[in-house]
């Protein structure tokens, strides 16, 4: 007991000393820096160990950055090919030709060209009280086609994904190029004229089309791409494109009928003039027999006395 008590006053005589506290903690200081610095130095050991022997770490950043990008157009509402300011004033001159849709909605979906009657295979779009007004795109892609036509007015194409393209057509003053890159809203050319649809006046011919099939734009406007992206494309019924010839010429054949009526008035008169002339040879012709008739339907006593009377004048 006496042995314990003295270390323990030993113990408690040396920390009482003024140099214990502060070498206690320098050495526990030195000793956590001491770590720091060794572990510093073996990561930048294990650094140049890669850069000597060819390792390449990936870059996480461009691994997230992809899939957000695709994330991002998959996303996009896909809109009037116009800007924000000019979609509120946008009118639809012609609409897209469906089988589904009634007569009326047909006729006013058909464009006439050279006496020619053409389902319009997108809308013709143009902007109330303006004369020139800018085409942009409607969805982010890639240019795959910028072309001049005189008849269709020059034509833009941008492909998107799952084979999905975007046609753009009566325009003028292109500004992309084929292989540009553009975002949704940038600006590609300015609203012009089409010798194919004149009638329409200075609008945009807009087409969306996947796997090369014309879809109505009007039923995606507004709507995510992703919902373009899973609807399925049906090509239309042999039956019902037989059936449209056959519409289109009875309604020419009408209208070449009248035309050819207001055009040849003199002719008319001379096909009727020579249509009454047979019924008055009828009516001739009907008199001989009526006067035949009428001899044969004599009573035989008048021509025994015809005959005697021929026999007199014979004697005499």
């Known amino acids: ?12 005589k040396f920390f009482k000393k003024r140099w214990v506290y502060p070498t206690v903690y320098i050495a526990s200081a030195a000793l956590i820096l001491t770590g720091v610095l060794w572990f510093q130095n073996s990561n930048t050991e294990n650094a140049t160990e890669s850069d000597k022997f060819g390792y390449e770490t990936s870059n996480k950043e461009n691994q997230f950055n992809e899939p957000a990008e695709e994330v991002a157009r998959s996303m996009e509402n896909i809109v009037l090919p116009l800007s924000e300011k000019d979609r509120t004033n946008a009118v639809i001159k012609t609409k897209f030709y469906e089988d589904t849709a009634n007569e009326a909605d047909q006729e006013a979906a058909i464009v006439v060209y050279q006496n020619q009657y053409h389902p319009n295979t997108g809308i013709d779009i143009s902007v109330k009280d303006s004369e020139a007004f800018d085409v942009v795109a409607a969805l982010s892609g890639t240019v795959t086609n910028v072309q001049e036509d005189a008849l269709l007015g020059n034509v833009i194409e941008i492909e998107h994904d799952d084979n999905i393209v975007t046609r753009y057509s009566s325009v003028k003053d292109m500004k992309i190029a084929v292989g540009d890159k553009v975002e949704q809203g940038q600006a590609l050319a300015t609203a012009g004229k089409s010798l194919f649809n004149e009638e329409a006046g200075v609008h945009v011919h807009f087409e969306i089309r996947k796997n090369d099939v014309p879809v109505n734009p009007e039923s995606y406007l507004d709507k995510p791409f992703s919902e373009l992206q899973e609807a399925s494309v049906i090509e239309q019924d042999e039956a019902t494109a037989s059936e449209k010839p056959e519409i289109i010429d009875s309604e020419k054949s009408k209208e070449d009928q009248d035309k050819e009526a207001t055009e040849d008035p003199a002719k008319d008169e001379k096909s009727s003039i020579e249509e009454e002339k047979p019924a008055s ?15 044969e339907e004599k009573p035989e006593d008048e021509k025994k006395d015809e005959s005697t009377n021929k026999t007199k004048n014979q004697d005499a």
């Open 1 to 12: 007991m006496r042995e314990e008590e003295k270390k323990q006053a030993s113990l408690k």
């Open 281 to 295: 040879d009828d009516k001739e012709s009907s008199n001989e027999e009526e006067e035949t008739s009428t001899d």
